[in-house]
């Protein structure tokens, strides 16, 4: 008699991640592929644009602050094409603002993810580990990515310093 596994089958996407923080993109490559998913990556505006079109991924993953052309530009052009508009597109963010919120949904993003979100790993860690303590492939996959995310938060950390007004201004 096969023996049945109790994990669930996560389907495979197809995700673009676009981020021109190399450690940012390392985290997010690792833990999706971890899960099994097939990734591609690009490191500013342009290429995300040219990629999102190229590949037509499941889900784009998107930082918002780019080089060559920001985020909310980025979820513009790829809704702007038939193709792009069955594309789901994520914001990941450091910025933290009701109005980066509204402005990235604006330009065509499904979900907006803040680094806040990304930084609670630890927790979501505990949690999976008391609904699956048998998992242990799992539980080490889940230590790989809070090591990425560790450096991700200090990406957003120092995203946070640069968005926030000087000092005299406050």
Do not use: W
Not at 1 to 20: C, F
Not at 71 to 94: H, K
Not at 100 to 113: H, I, K, P
Not at 137 to 149: G, M, P, Q, T, W
């Amino acid at each position: 008699m096969a023996r049945r596994s109790s994990q669930a089958v996560t389907p495979r996407r197809r995700i673009l991640v676009v981020e021109d923080n190399r450690d940012a993109r390392d985290m997010l490559r690792t833990l999706l592929q971890t899960a099994g998913h097939e990734v591609h990556e690009a490191s500013d505006g342009r290429q995300g644009v040219d990629a999102a079109l190229r590949l037509r991924p499941d889900v784009a993953l998107i930082d918002l602050g780019l080089p060559e052309m920001d985020g909310y530009e980025v979820a513009r052009q790829i809704r702007a094409v038939d193709e792009g508009r069955r594309i789901m597109l994520v914001a990941v963010t450091g910025y933290g603002s009701p109005e980066d919120r509204e402005r990235s949904l604006m330009a065509g993003n499904d979900v907006v993810l803040f680094c806040s979100h990304i930084e609670r790993v630890p927790d979501i860690q505990r949690f999976v580990r008391e609904k699956a303590k048998s998992d242990r492939a799992f539980a080490a996959r889940l230590d790989e990515a809070a090591v990425r995310a560790e450096t991700y938060r200090g990406h957003c950390e120092r995203l946070r310093r640069e968005a926030a007004p000087p000092a005299s201004l406050r």
